[in-house]
């Protein structure tokens, strides 16, 4: 039985979910104003993580990801400018509908780029904010319509206050957000922790659509409610994110789902991926630690070393990153490339005999996603020399781990003219028995990046 880490109670549950056999699954997506970088990469291998871990369980799943595109101001809480305006002006781009439009697809294409170096297959639907406002305009209208919002000079507000589950996500105590207030009070709010449905009289902002509420724009949340109401229904499954997104983002979207329709629980289960820190604190775009998968690849790691690097870690810890740790992965991942192409190379026994790995394997990864639990039963498996049928295991716990094991061959590469020719002069040493030549030529060899194996059929020659 799959149990999974449910927010909601905070506790690990069986999932169950609504139709027997199927399962619904929103994503919140990426906000396309720059490079996703490795910290957002590490949630979003999380939910892939997820998604293969229902699917192995041999449920139907439907995923849902949305592309922010619009309405998410530089603070969570309705505050500053839309970050995609301030992206144009980072990036010099004249300000106009098209150029926003055009540096939203670039960064969206980056995003599956990147995504798609990761082994993460794309979600069933994808959905942009810009294409869904007239459902997001129907929803407030909803919100409206059964009394949760009220009006200010900067648009349509939802009134927190009238939610009677508004904590129970984030298990906030909102006396102590009176006090505090995470925000600064906008003074026309009657709440702290109410937030903007719809933006008004902003007339710098580049996208306005007409409502019934007046000429603006959605606030962020609404998107997500919205969209995932429209493509799985009003009542679904599954719910993820950082868990940045518990306290404000994910509980603003219950609220609006349930005051629109009246029904809860909206979402059945809600997971949340731990964040990835730096030595030295959070991963910040504006300080020179902001690391995209480009600059891991620079440096010459292959994008499944980082998601190898992920998946030791389970998804509920916060991880450091550090080039050790990346280096660690590395060596790990090479190690298993080599025994993969070795199977490849030798070919099944054909004996079933997997003294009961499978299980274990399955136990990991059904007890909320236990990944470094997995790993470790993976590599017990490869040290066990009762199991013969190693490889086909091996691609059996690839369906969930993504790692691209089937895809694994043996480098191919071309022996430059110039090694050729100190190949066939260290023959000649050899076969004149002059071993002090032949070793030189060796070194010469190595000097050019290959190494040399004496073998029975003769030299056999490798990168070095
Ligand atoms: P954004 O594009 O900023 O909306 O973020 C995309 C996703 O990345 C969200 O699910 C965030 O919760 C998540 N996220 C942001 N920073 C980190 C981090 N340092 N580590 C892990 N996840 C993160
Ligand atoms: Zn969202």
């Not at 716990?397 to 191919?412: A, I, P, Q, S, T």
């Amino acid at each position: 039985m799959l149990k999974l880490y449910n927010t909601l109670t905070r506790k690990k549950e069986d999932f169950k979910p609504i139709k027997p056999g199927e399962a619904g699954m929103y994503c919140c997506g990426p906000t396309v104003y720059n490079y996703a970088h490795i910290g957002n990469l590490r949630a979003y291998i999380f939910e892939d993580i997820l998604r293969r871990v229902l699917e192995f369980n041999e449920f139907d799943v439907k995923q849902v990801m949305n592309i922010t595109d619009v309405g998410h101001l530089a603070s969570e809480a309705d505050e500053g400018e839309d970050k995609l305006m301030k992206a144009l002006a980072r990036e010099g781009k004249k300000p106009s509908l098209e150029s926003m439009k055009e540096l939203a697809r670039k960064y969206e294409a980056a995003f599956k780029r990147d995504i798609h170096m990761l082994n993460i297959p794309e979600p069933s639907i994808w959905c942009r904010a810009t294409e869904h406002v007239k459902e997001m305009i129907e929803l407030i209208k909803r919100i409206d319509k059964n009394s949760y919002a009220y009006k200010t000079s900067g648009g349509l507000v939802f009134d927190t206050s009238k939610f009677k589950h508004y904590a129970d996500l984030g298990k906030l105590k909102l006396d102590d957000l009176k006090a505090g207030a995470r925000i600064k009070l906008d003074r026309e709010k009657k709440n702290p922790s109410d937030f903007a449905l719809w933006i008004t009289n902003q007339p710098n902002h580049l996208m306005q659509w007409e409502s019934t509420f007046g000429r603006g724009f959605p606030g962020w949340h609404i998107e997500c409610s919205a969209m995932s109401i429209k493509y799985l229904g009003e009542q679904f499954d599954i719910h993820c994110g950082g868990i940045d997104h518990i306290p404000i983002h994910h509980t603003n979207e219950i609220a609006q789902s349930e005051a629109a329709t009246g029904k809860h629980p909206w979402v059945k289960y809600w997971l949340h991926g731990e964040f990835l820190v730096m030595p030295h604190g959070k991963m910040s775009k504006s300080s020179g630690e902001f690391l995209t998968l480009q600059v891991l690849m620079d440096k010459g790691y292959e994008p499944l070393v980082y998601r190898y690097f992920c998946l030791g870690a389970h998804y509920r810890q916060q991880l450091t990153f550090s080039f050790e740790g990346l280096d660690a992965a590395k060596a790990a991942y090479e190690k298993l490339k080599s025994r993969v192409i070795e199977l490849k190379q030798k070919g099944e026994k054909g004996i079933v005999d997997d003294v009961g790995y499978l299980s274990k394997f399955s136990e990991a990864i059904n007890d909320d996603l236990n990944t470094p639990k997995a790993l470790a039963v993976m590599w017990d498996m490869l040290k066990d020399e009762d199991v013969g049928n190693k490889l086909s295991l091996l691609l059996e716990f690839d369906r969930v781990l993504g790692l691209g094991l089937n895809e694994m061959k043996k480098e191919e590469f071309k022996v430059p003219k110039e090694v050729t020719v100190l190949l066939k002069k260290r023959d000649d040493a050899r076969k004149a028995k002059d071993w002090k030549l032949s070793d030189k030529i060796r070194d010469e060899i190595k000097a050019k990046g290959f190494s040399v194996l004496d073998t029975h059929d003769g030299q056999k020659v490798e990168k070095a």
